[in-house]
């Protein structure tokens, strides 16, 4: 098993404010997670940073199987997080951005989402599935609106508490109800599961195709995230295409069959 990540800077952008992690937690489960800061508060790129580490410390520490399991990671993911920007005086806001957070534990592959993005999975016949995370208003919950109640019920009351899931390349978005979402695979039954921010749709090419392209992976030794998408970017430019977000990307490979 490997785990590898990659974020870049986007056209649009003066600081890149996704950030990607991969590695092992402190019980030994492998761990890759990804953060998009929003453009619009201060700071997200260390806010970013703050919430992606402060969830692999809270990940280890909370048991699958506790009631409201997603719900308990992202609150102390956020409280953690919260005192790394307190100690920098850096403002509230710079915790705005959202979380996905896969980890492995025994023979399931756990995924637990706060925000927008893309989870994807490639079984062992190389078959593509994935999921686009967004919301109907365009405007993302960050779990840093739990820090704040006023801020929590303003987002609420202005953008409702639902999101939308779309599968693959399928029309139908279907509602989700709540501010975190779990989900779960077997791991046996796929080779590579990964998390992505929502700078992958901003490419200029349908999102599968995005998405085939990130994962062509020639090999899975060492950096293969990192050598992937890198030639991914150079190709882009050679094509004209400059990615106006900022792209994370972090994959778990699972083996072969």
């Known amino acids: 098993m490997n785990t590898d990540h990659y974020f870049a800077i986007g056209k649009s ?12 937690n402190s019980a030994g489960n492998h ?20 919430l992606v580490r402060s969830a692999v410390i809270c990940g280890a520490q909370t ?5 409201n399991y997603e719900e308990v990671l992202i609150r102390s993911a956020i409280w953690c997080a919260s005192q790394a920007h307190t100690g920098l005086r850096l403002l509230p806001q710079c915790l705005d951005a959202t979380i996905l957070y896969l980890e492995v534990i025994d ?5 637990v989402t706060a925000g927008d993005g893309i989870i994807f999975a490639i079984d062992h016949n190389n078959e593509l599935e994935y999921w686009n995370i967004e919301y109907p208003s365009g405007a993302p919950f960050y779990p840093s609106y739990l820090l704040d109640e006023k801020r929590y019920d303003r987002y609420i009351v202005e953008h409702g ?32 599961i990964g998390v992505a921010s929502d700078g992958v749709l ?8 995005t998405i085939k392209q990130l994962t062509a992976f020639k090999n899975t030794k060492g950096d293969f995230v990192k050598r992937r998408m890198r030639r991914f970017l150079k190709d882009c430019a050679k094509n004209n295409i400059d990615p106006t977000d900022d792209i994370s990307m972090a994959v778990v490979h699972l083996g072969e069959n």
């Open 161 to 192: 508490d639902k999101s939308l899931i779309q599968y693959g390349s399928e029309s139908t978005k279907l509602e989700h109800e709540g501010m975190f979402h779990l989900s779960t695979f077997r791991k046996d039954n796929y080779k590579f």
């Open 31 to 50: 761990v890759v997670v990804v953060s998009d800061g929003c453009s619009a508060s201060p700071d997200t790129d260390f806010g970013a940073r703050f």
């Open 107 to 111: 023979d399931e592959v756990v995924i």
């Open 202 to 209: 901003t490419c200029d090419m349908p999102m599968k195709e």
């Open 63 to 67: 048991k699958l199987g506790t009631p």
């Open 13 to 24: 952008h003066k600081v890149c404010q996704d950030y990607a992690y991969s590695g092992k």
